[in-house]
């Protein structure tokens, strides 16, 4: 790669780097952001580090969901610790490695101009920006992988690389069987990929096609998603029978979220604090005061600081098909976001949510800037760009904002990292976690030096069971023992205080707050609570 080519793509990912830095700090750890930790750290002496090496980390973290990013960050954990900054930091820089080789994929196959107006559109896209920074999808590996190998796949079949070799084919394959490993459903974009290849790059394919080059590419492919195909072999195929199943009715209820995904709001209120939220407070770090500087003097003039528009500007990018068409990365991207979304949006239980929709990405703007580059008046190419870009960072800066004046949605609560703080107080305790939320994050941050333990089923169920009943009742039993929940307004699964509240009277116990811990706005989030025997009447 020549180093002034590359000047460009260097320089959208630096921004897209100083912007996820600017993001880190503002929410706490999502419990699905921490999900991959968990093999890492069972419960452990205060006095034990993670081993030398990462000895009982299982193959898969969920059916669905392989243990390749825990590997990952085993030695990033073990050197520096965890934290909200060991946790998103990495995933922040591979993001911008996924934006940098993006940038060479696009100036290949739409040119100099597309790649530059791509990459800058790319680092500064809000969602895309948040999902590979807060990544509890996961995103940030397939995201990374999708990209690396297609850059590989273009390097073994193209006529005019000079050091194309076999390793290509090989690498470029390795990428998608691992993307598959890391998250099975990377199934909806190879498919995609797939479809795309064929429709639109078959001459090409038909040229490398032969036994030796597809022995090649199934061996390395297999190669990566192994630890996969193992976990199925031995698990009666478990990541198909637990997880395909379809759903067309929901199909046309799932393209909201694609417009809320494209045009950059969909995590208003799940990540950042909505401005109607109770309690806002003045924003009084550098960054905060920026921001709402140019809130009150930018955008809120211009309109836009809760959408990009970015999904009108497609729409409208459709219509100059009589100059983009004749551009193949155009018509590919469209390909694959057509089959990726159809089949995203027919699986049950997904596509709804924005880092299943993120997983369309970088292809809408490849699109997006491929089309841009193919006008005729070069001025109104670079202009558009131009005004897309800003019009993202307008909608990053809202984020901004209301992180710094609302706080953090309540499965990102900033109420966290003094909840966190507070235990080391209660670490010779056992701390049953009665809702969703809690164990994941605080069990990273702790390292697996407290004794958790799960108690949520027990509590979910307006009818438990006997063996339920039996579980209840010893965890009130504990004379040691806390509870740690969100408060009732905040709850994750609905009512699971009040249900323990019930059935620790009918044991003749009650509830005792020991502590609430609010968020930076003084809101309250979190409760650690004991359960003491009724006095005798």
Not at 283 to 289: E, I, K, N
Not at 420 to 433: I, Q
Request: aromatic share 12%; proline share 7%; glycine share 8%.
């Amino acid at each position: 790669m020549h180093p002034i080519r590359s000047r460009a793509g260097l320089a959208a990912s630096a921004l897209f780097v100083l912007l996820g830095v600017l993001v880190i700090p503002y929410a706490g750890i999502q419990a699905d952001e921490a999900l991959f930790s968990t093999p890492l750290f069972p419960h452990i002496g205060k006095d034990l580090r993670l081993p030398r090496l990462p000895h009982h980390v299982p193959l898969m973290i969920m059916t669905y969901v392989g243990s390749l990013k825990t590997l990952a960050y085993w030695p990033i954990f073990r050197i520096f610790g965890a934290s909200a900054w060991t946790l998103r930091l990495p995933v922040v820089l591979l993001g911008a490695i996924t934006i940098f080789i993006f940038f060479h994929l696009a100036r290949v196959f739409g040119g100099a101009r597309a790649a530059a107006i791509g990459a800058f559109l790319l680092a500064t896209d809000p969602v895309f920006l948040l999902t590979n920074t807060f990544d509890w999808g996961p995103v940030a590996l397939e995201h990374a992988f999708l990209v690396t190998g297609c850059w590989f796949l273009y390097r073994f079949g193209s006529k005019v690389a000079p050091d194309a070799r076999i390793w290509h084919l090989v690498a470029g394959f390795l990428c998608w069987g691992l993307a598959l490993w890391n998250k099975a459903i990377f199934v909806w974009a190879l498919s995609g990929v797939i479809a795309g290849g064929v429709l639109v790059f078959w001459p090409e394919i038909k040229r490398c096609l032969s036994p030796r080059v597809v022995l090649v590419a199934a061996a390395a492919f297999l190669c990566g998603a192994l630890p996969l195909v193992i976990y199925n072999l031995s698990h009666a195929s478990a990541t198909l029978t637990e997880n395909a199943h379809l759903d067309p009715r929901s199909v046309p209820g799932k393209w909201i979220q694609v417009e809320l995904a494209a045009n950059g709001s969909s995590l208003f209120g799940y990540m950042a604090g909505e401005q109607w939220w109770p309690n806002p407070k003045v924003p009084q770090s550098l960054d905060g005061r920026a921001a709402a500087w140019i809130k009150a003097h930018i955008s809120d003039h211009l309109g836009v600081h809760r959408s990009t528009g970015f999904y009108y500007v497609f729409g409208a990018l459709l219509l100059a098909a009589p100059w983009w068409w004749k551009h193949r990365a155009a018509r590919f991207s469209l390909v694959f976001m057509a089959v990726t979304w159809l089949l995203m949006a027919l699986t049950h239980d997904a596509g709804a949510s924005a880092h299943h929709v993120v997983l369309l990405w970088p292809f809408p703007i490849l699109f997006a800037a491929v089309a841009l580059a193919s006008l005729p008046w070069r001025p109104l190419a670079w202009a558009a760009g131009a005004i897309m870009m800003v019009m993202n960072l307008l909608v990053v800066n809202q984020y901004v904002f209301q992180f710094e004046r609302n706080g953090a949605g309540d499965v990102f609560s900033d109420a966290l990292y003094p909840l966190s703080a507070s235990l080391d107080e209660y670490a010779d305790r056992t701390l049953y976690v009665i809702d969703w939320g809690i164990f994941e994050n605080l069990n990273l941050l702790h390292q697996g030096r407290l004794d958790f333990r799960i108690a949520i089923g027990p509590v979910n169920t307006d009818s438990p069971s006997p063996e339920q009943l039996g579980e209840i009742r010893d965890m009130l039993r504990d004379p040691g023992g806390l509870i740690l929940a969100h408060v009732h307004e905040h709850e994750v699964f609905p009512d699971v205080g009040a249900r323990l509240d019930r059935a620790a009277r009918s044991f003749g116990y009650r509830r005792e707050v020991v502590r609430s811990i609010p968020d930076s706005n003084g809101r309250p989030m979190f409760e650690i609570v004991r359960f003491v025997p009724e006095d005798p009447a």
